[in-house]
């Protein structure tokens, strides 16, 4: 061991100490609930031998020799670490969280899940290239907002499925029982008091533990190496990567904001509301799902922890090397058209050429990429109505099921363009840089 990581591991030993100690007191509470509440012995003694394992990493941490991840462990995740396995690993791994949720949903598997992220956590902390990222002042919200995310997801998804449980029995849903009104004051007035109170506190022991991730004046002669936007904005700057600026900053921002407010105007379904189900809402479901966990969240996560300098993919265990580059021949439909099929030079306007004679170039150049984007946008809309969508056309007429689709050819664009841009390093479907229009 090097004597910087020497002085790391020194410097971790006791955070990892009172981390895994807190994970042995949360074990052995969840024991006690098990045996007192529930009598559920065996249970109880399971978790209550697992919080006694995280007491004993807690010793040995505070003892300066740490649990470290396996060499091998974090090689075998470097090595799997691009942003194709990443976009697929999280895409399956939503299939199988929605195909298996009775399964997910139980307790017992959630907070095995839970216990396994959260040791995966700290043996990885161990590592300083990863412990540098994870505890910046800038992340540290981010990593509490996902296991956030991860417990009000799985709470939500319970719940649903709980009610579709009792509709198939015929009953109403849990929200319905308790439906009782109260009165807002005392009732809710003082729920909010306590909320507020026990969130400044937090908020004061955060300030004192965490400096303010301030940094030096801005200059134009030096800039930040990554250059990363707020996190609720890292999102669209991954889509940078697939799109014009133009296209990420601009338009996608835009329809995700229309097509928030036209959901209410053109759903269809009355079944659903006011209580949690997936069965009565599947289709709303699984595209909400999509929309904001795989093509929102898990870029959100991309883009803070995996994306370094150069706007690079790094594993989590990988040194943000700012000298790291990787050579990538982007390509434009027009030139795979014209240049490698066709093999053959782009149509270019005669010098001196007038404005109608140049953009009649410009659309013979870029024209299999404009026939492409019309028949997307175009035939497909038909074409669903007759066949995978010929429900949603019949119930929801022509204008809402065209709002409908449009806005879903705008979601599916972004996967599509992923795809190409790794399979042909497909840059741009239509490149007309002459009035900034690329897509």
């Not at 969840?30 to 007491?55: D, E, H, T």
């Not at 670490?81 to 199988?96: C, D, K, M, P, R």
């Not at 889509?239 to 959901?263: E, H, N, Q, R, T």
Request: glycine content about 8%.
């Amino acid at each position: 061991m090097h004597g910087s990581e020497h002085e790391f591991i020194e410097g971790i030993s006791s955070f990892l100490g009172l981390y895994y100690l807190a994970l042995g007191v949360m074990n052995g509470g969840a024991a006690l609930y098990l045996w007192l509440r529930l009598s559920k012995p065996r249970q109880a003694l399971v978790w209550l031998i697992v919080g006694c394992v995280f007491v004993l990493f807690a010793a040995l941490a505070m003892g300066g020799t740490p649990v470290f991840m396996p060499e091998a462990a974090k090689n075998f995740i470097n090595s799997l670490s691009n942003a194709v396995i990443y976009t697929l690993g999280t895409t399956l791994a939503l299939v199988a969280l929605y195909v298996f949720r009775r399964y997910w949903v139980k307790p017992v598997v959630a907070w095995t899940g839970l216990n396994l992220a959260l040791l995966f956590m700290g043996l990885s902390m161990t590592d300083s290239d990863f412990a540098s990222i994870v505890t910046k002042p800038d992340n540290v919200p981010i990593v509490g907002l996902v296991f956030l995310l991860g417990f009000f997801t799985w709470l939500a998804t319970a719940r649903a499925v709980e009610n579709d449980d009792r509709a198939a029995r015929g009953l109403d849903p849990v929200e319905k029982e308790g439906s009782e009104k109260v009165l807002v004051w005392p009732d809710l007035v003082y729920t909010e008091l306590i909320c507020m109170v026990a969130l400044t506190v937090v908020l004061l022991l955060w300030g004192i533990a965490l400096k303010a991730p301030l940094e030096e004046p801005a200059s134009s002669v030096k800039t930040p190496n990554p250059s990363k936007a707020p996190w609720y904005f890292l999102g669209l700057q991954e889509m940078l990567v697939y799109y014009d600026p133009w296209m990420a900053g601009v338009v996608a921002p835009s329809l995700i904001i229309f097509g928030l407010m036209a959901i209410p105007y053109i759903d269809f379904n009355k079944q659903g509301n006011g209580y949690y189900t997936i069965n009565q809402r599947k289709f709303a479901y699984i595209v909400f799902q999509i929309g904001f966990l795989e093509l929102w969240v898990t870029l959100i996560i991309l883009g803070t922890f995996l994306r370094g300098p150069n706007w690079n993919f790094f594993g989590p265990y990988e040194t943000w090397d700012p000298h790291k580059v990787l050579a990538l021949n982007n390509v434009n439909l027009s030139d795979f058209f014209w240049v490698i099929w066709l093999e053959r030079g782009l149509p270019k306007a005669p010098p001196g050429s007038g404005f109608v004679t140049e953009l009649g170039y410009i659309i013979l150049r870029e024209g299999p990429g404009l026939l492409l984007l019309a028949a997307y946008f175009m035939l497909m809309p038909p074409l669903l109505a007759t066949t995978v969508f010929r429900k949603f056309f019949v119930r929801m007429g022509f204008i809402r099921y065209m709002v409908m689709v449009t806005l879903l050819l705008f979601m599916a664009s972004l996967p599509l363009k992923m795809i190409l841009r790794w399979t042909f390093n497909l840059k741009y479907i239509v490149f007309i840089p002459e009035y900034f229009l690329n897509f």
